[in-house]
């Protein structure tokens, strides 16, 4: 069985990699989410992993402590099969080692680390290499809450910024960020893809060259790539180059809409050192979220799939559909599109994310959105049940309105997040609520009134 935990002789836990095996055969990251990390012998058998519900851990000496603290504070380096101790649940908990351990694994990554949010994992990434002077590259458009980050607070800390769109080939752009740089230090570039709301692409490997080619005094920029919407399992930057990969866990990964949570992993070197800033910003996630997401892994890519199949149908309806005027969806990219060859690059399949336009702008928008039953009106996404929103008034209504028409965030786009239900229940919602518009308006509260009658019935 997998054990990740296990006493050395000097009381010290080691990694023991090689039990991901049965027999020959290599263990696929689901066969090990159940397990792998966790010994229950040193949990009174407990079958699954309790939860830790602890703030401080007693050490078994004063010489354990020492040591302790001296890996934590890095005043020395590791032995060969030393393990850092658990010393303070805002350094270290179990529950977030096991799940850090497990996260690793869809992405071939050498460590990792859990946050209380999303955005407190790309902050304390970002301050971990930003200092004043440097230059931020980054991919546009990126989710709401990063792009007011970056835009709001890191230029007030002498942070230089240098945008560029998703969907347009590298090559086309490289040499306009490296005159725009100019001489400067780029300790970080930062892309999201596929692009929040619109699925455009950004290519991995060619971020991966730009970076290389904007190396100062040998040290050449992290790259950090947001994988949330297609990632762990449909897409892999580290395979590709990238030396971080980010996650909102609050979506896919957590996936039932009940927690919110954020994850790195990457590099061992990088993640070391965005963990250590972690500790003394006191952005790690707590035990609870910790339990929490370990028990979403399980499930992690039945759901995913499930819910990429059922994206594949809702896309093809609206595709077909007269008020529809364009669909933004991975899996509808056509072949002589400039991005598909990325496409087939780097993304295993096309996610659940789906921006569609209705003919009319916001009113339109506003009228389809008023009228589902089934599917929620609500930001977030990567949840078991669908969610539909407005970009254009919600997510990224901080976006200047010439800026939001340029990335393709328009006034009638409606973004939807596919969830796991039946996919004729999904689009018999989607069709009913096309037919209401430009129907007359309806409010969202007298719509809502009416489902009580039925549902009563
Ligand atoms: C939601 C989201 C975030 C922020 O995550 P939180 O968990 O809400 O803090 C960052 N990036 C992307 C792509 C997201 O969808």
Same mark, same amino acid.
């Given at each position: 069985?997998?054990?990740?935990?296990?006493?050395?002789?000097?009381?010290?836990?080691?990694?023991?990699?090689?039990?991901?095996?049965?027999?020959?055969?290599?263990?696929?990251?689901?066969?090990?989410?159940?397990?792998?990390?966790?010994?229950?012998?040193?949990?009174?058998?407990?079958?699954?992993?309790?939860?830790?519900?602890?703030?401080?851990?007693?050490?078994?000496?004063?010489?354990?402590?020492?040591?302790?603290?001296?890996?934590? @504070?890095?005043?020395?380096?590791?032995?060969?099969?030393?393990?850092?101790?658990?010393?303070?649940?805002?350094?270290?908990?179990?529950?977030?080692?096991?799940?850090?351990?497990? @996260?690793?694994?869809?992405?071939?990554?050498?460590?990792?680390?859990?946050?209380?949010?999303?955005?407190?994992?790309?902050?304390?990434?970002?301050?971990?290499?930003?200092?004043?002077?440097?230059?931020?590259?980054?991919?546009?458009?990126?989710?709401?809450?990063?792009?007011?980050?970056?835009?709001?607070?890191?230029?007030?800390?002498?942070?230089?910024?240098?945008?560029?769109?998703?969907?347009?080939?590298?090559?086309?752009?490289?040499?306009?960020?490296?005159?725009?740089?100019?001489?400067? &230090?780029?300790?970080?570039?930062?892309?999201?893809?596929?692009?929040?709301?619109?699925?455009?692409?950004?290519?991995?490997?060619?971020?991966?060259?730009?970076?290389?080619?904007?190396?100062?005094?040998?040290?050449?920029?992290?790259?950090?790539?947001?994988?949330?919407?297609?990632?762990? @399992?449909?897409?892999?930057?580290?395979?590709?180059?990238?030396?971080?990969?980010?996650?909102?866990?609050?979506?896919?990964?957590?996936?039932?809409?009940?927690?919110?949570?954020?994850?790195?992993?990457?590099?061992?070197?990088?993640?070391? &050192?965005?963990?250590?800033?972690?500790?003394?910003?006191?952005?790690?996630?707590?035990?609870?979220?910790?339990?929490?997401?370990?028990?979403?892994?399980?499930?992690?890519?039945?759901?995913?799939?499930?819910?990429?199949?059922?994206?594949?149908?809702?896309?093809?309806?609206?595709?077909?559909?007269?008020?529809?005027?364009?669909?933004?969806?991975?899996?509808?990219?056509?072949?002589?599109?400039?991005?598909?060859?990325?496409? &087939?690059?780097?993304?295993?399949?096309?996610?659940?994310?789906?921006?569609?336009?209705?003919?009319?702008?916001?009113?339109?928008?506003?009228?389809?959105?008023?009228?589902?039953?089934?599917?929620?009106?609500?930001?977030?996404?990567?949840?078991?049940?669908?969610?539909?929103?407005?970009?254009?008034?919600?997510?990224?209504?901080?976006?200047?309105?010439?800026?939001?028409? &340029?990335?393709?965030?328009?006034?009638?786009?409606?973004?939807?997040?596919?969830?796991?239900?039946?996919?004729?229940?999904?689009?018999?919602?989607?069709?009913?609520?096309?037919?209401?518009?430009?129907?007359?308006?309806?409010?969202?509260?007298?719509?809502?009134?009416?489902?009580?009658?039925?549902?009563?019935?």
């Amino acid at each position: 069985m997998a054990k990740y935990y296990k006493e050395g002789e000097s009381g010290k836990r080691k990694l023991e990699p090689e039990t991901m095996r049965v027999g020959k055969k290599q263990l696929q990251p689901e066969s090990m989410m159940m397990t792998y990390g966790y010994d229950p012998e040193l949990s009174e058998g407990a079958l699954k992993c309790p939860i830790f519900q602890t703030s401080t851990f007693a050490f078994k000496s004063a010489e354990d402590g020492k040591a302790f603290f001296e890996l934590a @504070l890095g005043l020395r380096e590791k032995g060969p099969t030393e393990e850092l101790g658990l010393i303070y649940s805002r350094l270290n908990n179990p529950d977030l080692e096991i799940l850090e351990n497990r @996260l690793c694994l869809w992405d071939e990554a050498e460590a990792g680390a859990v946050f209380q949010s999303g955005m407190s994992a790309i902050a304390t990434s970002l301050l971990a290499y930003l200092r004043p002077g440097d230059v931020l590259v980054f991919s546009e458009p990126l989710y709401g809450g990063t792009e007011y980050l970056i835009h709001h607070y890191l230029p007030e800390f002498g942070v230089g910024l240098v945008g560029f769109p998703a969907g347009v080939p590298m090559a086309e752009l490289e040499a306009g960020i490296r005159e725009r740089v100019g001489d400067r &230090r780029v300790p970080a570039v930062l892309i999201e893809t596929p692009a929040n709301p619109t699925n455009h692409l950004v290519d991995i490997e060619g971020v991966v060259r730009l970076a290389q080619s904007l190396t100062r005094g040998g040290d050449s920029p992290v790259v950090m790539v947001d994988n949330t919407f297609l990632g762990p @399992l449909f897409q892999h930057p580290l395979a590709l180059g990238a030396d971080l990969v980010l996650y909102s866990a609050t979506k896919f990964i957590g996936g039932h809409s009940d927690v919110v949570a954020g994850a790195c992993v990457g590099r061992r070197e990088v993640v070391e &050192r965005i963990r250590t800033l972690r500790t003394f910003i006191g952005t790690a996630a707590g035990p609870w979220t910790g339990w929490l997401l370990l028990r979403s892994l399980e499930t992690l890519k039945m759901r995913m799939t499930a819910q990429m199949k059922n994206a594949r149908y809702v896309a093809d309806y609206l595709n077909d559909h007269p008020k529809v005027k364009r669909v933004e969806y991975l899996g509808l990219l056509p072949e002589q599109h400039p991005m598909y060859a990325v496409y &087939r690059k780097q993304c295993v399949a096309p996610g659940s994310l789906i921006a569609f336009e209705i003919d009319g702008g916001e009113g339109a928008a506003f009228q389809f959105l008023n009228h589902l039953k089934l599917i929620s009106l609500a930001v977030s996404l990567g949840g078991t049940e669908s969610l539909a929103e407005h970009p254009a008034s919600m997510t990224h209504s901080d976006v200047e309105p010439g800026d939001r028409e &340029r990335l393709g965030i328009t006034e009638g786009l409606v973004r939807v997040s596919i969830g796991v239900e039946h996919f004729e229940d999904l689009i018999a919602d989607i069709e009913q609520a096309l037919e209401a518009v430009g129907a007359g308006a309806a409010s969202r509260s007298a719509t809502k009134e009416r489902d009580v009658v039925k549902m009563s019935k």
